[in-house]
């Protein structure tokens, strides 16, 4: 299951319902996709397909729905 969090322009975030246990976000594009880490900070974990240009707006999208994100996954996965 991958429960979709946000859509944001031509971005949808979300996240694998049992992938891994360290926060993080999946961002998908028509032209690709990539994860980003959320702590201690938001960083690129991986991509494929994006250009820098997405990939620096698909962090800015995770930046702006930051608490939104953490929000979903402490409902989803609990704690």
Known sequence: MAPTIVRDGQFRLFFFSREETRIHI???HVDGEAKFWLTPQVVLANHTGLSAMQLRQAQDVVNAHLKEIQD???QHFGG
């Open 26 to 28: 999946h961002v998908s």
């Open 72 to 74: 979903a996954w402490k």
